[in-house]
């Protein structure tokens, strides 16, 4: 305690000569850079909306960063609001009203700008992997991946990496995972090795490698807890139990799993309420307590079809449907 207040006295002074500087600095911009700065400042809190899901909270902000930008008649600016812009749609599932943006920001960006064109690309790549078209997505995050790493744009081009390892086939997915992972770590970008590890996790676990899907969830969990919300902590942990209960091991999955129940219900995502009983269902199926087994896949069943499921994951939901028949059967005997 002692220290950190000397810290902070020590501090002061140096933080009140930065602040006259930087009143003083902003008294001599000229209207353009004052615009350009604002376009930066407004993308970076777009930014910061979009990364916590917040989508259509963070368009208006994205509009206003475009609107600065047009005012300081920088293309760069512009084609990195236009591009997020044409993003919050596409990740609503609007994508007729996002192609619309995309063109107007694939006639902002210039190649010899690489913020607005690196931004370009990711979201045009993203496009295009929304239209199952992963061949063009492929290699337009390759070209990404080179295209930042020659202009030092190393968050970006650990992005395209990360983008790579999900459009990919499961040998370059593996491979680019691990190759972002490596580049996260040497750039010490540790808000990307969730991510990054997370799915490199469902790409073990898609391919039957549980044991190094669990590990890699383990991991990924690490870096959730020291960069992530309260949801992305709670969808980390359940990663984890859900692998056990994969792998049998419903006594370490038990311990995983029931606290996460009361936070999905807290938080009021339904999708994880629907899993998280789906997989205290089947450890109570294993104890052979059908009646309450049947309550949580029954719980399951109807959160889960509500979230869509039959359409992003058939074959699971399924699986669902027959645990209930089968608990009905049984308690039926």
Same mark, same amino acid.
């Given at each position: 305690?002692?220290?950190? #207040?000397?810290?902070?006295?020590?501090?002061?002074?140096?933080? +009140?000569? +930065?602040?006259?500087?930087?009143?003083? @600095?902003?008294?001599?911009?000229?209207?353009?850079?004052?615009?350009?700065?604002? !376009?930066?400042?407004?993308?970076?809190?777009? /930014?910061?909306?979009?990364?916590?899901?917040?989508?259509?909270?963070?368009?208006?902000?994205?509009?206003?960063?475009?609107?600065?930008?047009?005012? !300081?008649?920088?293309?760069?600016?512009? @084609?990195?609001?236009?591009?997020?812009? *044409?993003?919050?749609?596409?990740?609503?599932?609007? =994508?007729?009203?996002?192609?619309?943006?995309?063109?107007?920001?694939?006639?902002?960006? /210039?190649?010899?700008?690489?913020?607005?064109?690196?931004? #370009?690309?990711?979201?045009?790549?993203?496009?295009?992997?929304?239209?199952?078209?992963?061949?063009?997505?492929?290699?337009?995050?390759?070209?990404?991946?080179?295209?930042?790493?020659?202009?030092?744009?190393?968050?970006?081009?650990?992005?395209?990496?990360?983008? &790579?390892?999900?459009?990919?086939? +499961?040998?370059?997915?593996?491979?680019?995972?691990?190759?972002?992972?490596?580049?996260?770590?040497?750039?010490?970008?540790?808000?990307?090795?969730?991510?990054?590890?997370?799915?490199?996790?469902?790409?073990?676990?898609?391919?039957?490698?549980?044991?190094?899907?669990?590990? @890699?969830?383990?991991?990924?969990?690490?870096?959730?807890?020291?960069?992530?919300?309260?949801?992305?902590? !709670?969808?980390?942990?359940?990663?984890?139990?859900?692998?056990? +209960?994969?792998?049998?091991?419903?006594?370490? *999955?038990?311990?995983?799993?029931?606290?996460?129940?009361?936070? #999905?219900?807290?938080? =009021? /995502?339904?999708? #994880?309420?629907?899993?998280?009983?789906?997989?205290?269902?089947? &450890?109570?199926?294993?104890?052979?307590?059908?009646?309450?087994?049947?309550?949580?896949?029954?719980?399951?069943?109807?959160?889960?079809?509500?979230?869509?499921?039959?359409?992003? /994951?058939?074959?699971?939901?399924? =699986?669902?449907?027959?645990?209930? @028949?089968?608990?009905?059967?049984?308690?039926?005997?």
């Amino acid at each position: 305690m002692v220290r950190l #207040f000397r810290i902070l006295i020590i501090a002061v002074p140096a933080l +009140v000569f +930065v602040l006259f500087a930087m009143v003083t @600095a902003a008294d001599q911009l000229n209207p353009n850079e004052a615009a350009m700065s604002k !376009a930066q400042e407004l993308l970076k809190e777009a /930014d910061r909306l979009f990364n916590s899901r917040q989508y259509d909270e963070s368009r208006p902000i994205y509009q206003k960063a475009l609107k600065a930008a047009e005012d !300081a008649k920088n293309k760069s600016d512009q @084609a990195e609001a236009l591009a997020m812009i *044409a993003r919050t749609y596409l990740v609503l599932d609007d =994508k007729e009203t996002g192609y619309i943006w995309l063109e107007k920001a694939k006639k902002a960006a /210039d190649f010899d700008e690489p913020m607005g064109w690196s931004r #370009f690309l990711g979201v045009n790549g993203r496009f295009l992997w929304k239209e199952e078209k992963n061949d063009e997505a492929l290699r337009m995050f390759q070209n990404m991946f080179e295209y930042c790493s020659e202009n030092g744009l190393v968050d970006r081009a650990i992005d395209a990496a990360h983008m &790579i390892a999900i459009v990919g086939d +499961v040998d370059t997915q593996i491979k680019w995972g691990i190759k972002g992972v490596k580049a996260a770590e040497e750039a010490g970008e540790t808000r990307w090795l969730g991510p990054l590890w997370n799915n490199l996790g469902a790409t073990y676990e898609e391919n039957g490698r549980d044991y190094e899907a669990l590990e @890699a969830y383990l991991k990924a969990r690490k870096y959730h807890y020291m960069h992530g919300t309260k949801l992305n902590k !709670a969808i980390a942990d359940w990663a984890i139990g859900h692998m056990y +209960v994969k792998l049998g091991d419903f006594g370490n *999955a038990i311990e995983w799993l029931k606290p996460l129940l009361p936070t #999905f219900e807290e938080l =009021k /995502d339904n999708e #994880f309420i629907g899993l998280t009983c789906r997989e205290l269902g089947e &450890i109570e199926l294993s104890k052979k307590d059908y009646q309450q087994s049947l309550e949580l896949f029954t719980r399951a069943e109807q959160l889960l079809k509500e979230a869509d499921m039959p359409s992003w /994951d058939a074959k699971g939901y399924q =699986k669902i449907v027959d645990r209930i @028949a089968l608990t009905e059967e049984k308690l039926g005997q």
